[in-house]
């Protein structure tokens, strides 16, 4: 599950962030976990994964992001979600922050067109993994380099809403190789 890895990674170099008023158990650490939504209710989600399933209450303070901020009710069963949250008992927590569905890709650009390009995948372990759009839209942020930098031979690396197995909506560009 590339999304928990990326997720989990992204949530234990996040504990800098400040994420505004908490009203439970505000000494707790935070911490993170990946895993399918199981469950949507008003004021809770359940997430379930290989090794537990866990219930975490929302507030009007969790933020939730799937390509952009959306509401509770926006989330769909079966969603890839990493989540952040505050513990405040041995079996309740606070949900911070909810991502869904989102994941990082990387490869050579291979194809150019308006505002998408395709790539020739590669995982992790630099193996190739197929070849996969890329869509690029107004939000999208440039971390490095700018629209007119996505060229054909090029490494690109991006983040973003999965939309299908093989297309990703960009939200943040985090590399592109340069001659």
Request: glycine share 8%; charged share 25%; no cysteine.
């Given at each position: 599950?590339?999304?928990?890895?990326?997720?989990?990674s992204?949530?234990?170099g996040?504990s800098?962030?400040?994420?505004?008023?908490?009203?439970f158990?505000?000494?707790?650490?935070?911490?993170?976990?990946?895993?399918k939504?199981?469950?949507?209710?008003?004021?809770?989600?359940?997430?379930?994964n290989d090794?537990?399933t866990?219930t975490?209450?929302?507030?009007?303070?969790?933020?939730?992001?799937r390509?952009?901020?959306?509401?509770?009710?926006q989330?769909?069963?079966?969603?890839d979600?990493?989540?952040?949250?505050?513990?405040?008992?041995?079996?309740?927590?606070?949900?911070?922050?909810?991502?869904?569905?989102?994941?990082r890709?990387?490869?050579?650009?291979?194809k150019?067109?308006?505002?998408?390009?395709?790539?020739?995948?590669?995982?992790?372990?630099?193996?190739?993994?197929?070849?996969?759009?890329?869509?690029?839209?107004?939000?999208?942020i440039?971390?490095?380099?700018?629209?007119k930098?996505?060229?054909?031979?090029r490494?690109?690396?991006?983040?973003?809403?999965?939309?299908r197995?093989?297309?990703?909506?960009?939200?943040?560009?985090?590399?592109?190789?340069?001659?």
């Amino acid at each position: 599950m590339k999304f928990g890895l990326f997720i989990v990674s992204f949530l234990v170099g996040s504990s800098q962030v400040s994420w505004g008023p908490v009203l439970f158990a505000q000494t707790a650490k935070l911490t993170g976990m990946a895993g399918k939504l199981v469950a949507v209710h008003d004021h809770y989600i359940s997430v379930s994964n290989d090794q537990l399933t866990k219930t975490f209450q929302i507030n009007a303070e969790t933020k939730i992001w799937r390509g952009q901020d959306i509401a509770l009710h926006q989330l769909h069963l079966g969603d890839d979600i990493g989540i952040q949250y505050r513990p405040f008992s041995n079996d309740e927590a606070l949900a911070i922050s909810i991502w869904a569905n989102i994941d990082r890709w990387a490869g050579t650009i291979t194809k150019v067109s308006g505002d998408r390009v395709q790539i020739a995948r590669i995982d992790d372990h630099d193996d190739r993994d197929g070849k996969a759009i890329i869509i690029f839209d107004g939000p999208t942020i440039f971390n490095q380099g700018t629209r007119k930098d996505l060229e054909i031979g090029r490494f690109l690396e991006v983040v973003g809403l999965v939309l299908r197995k093989d297309q990703m909506q960009a939200s943040r560009v985090l590399h592109i190789e340069k001659h």
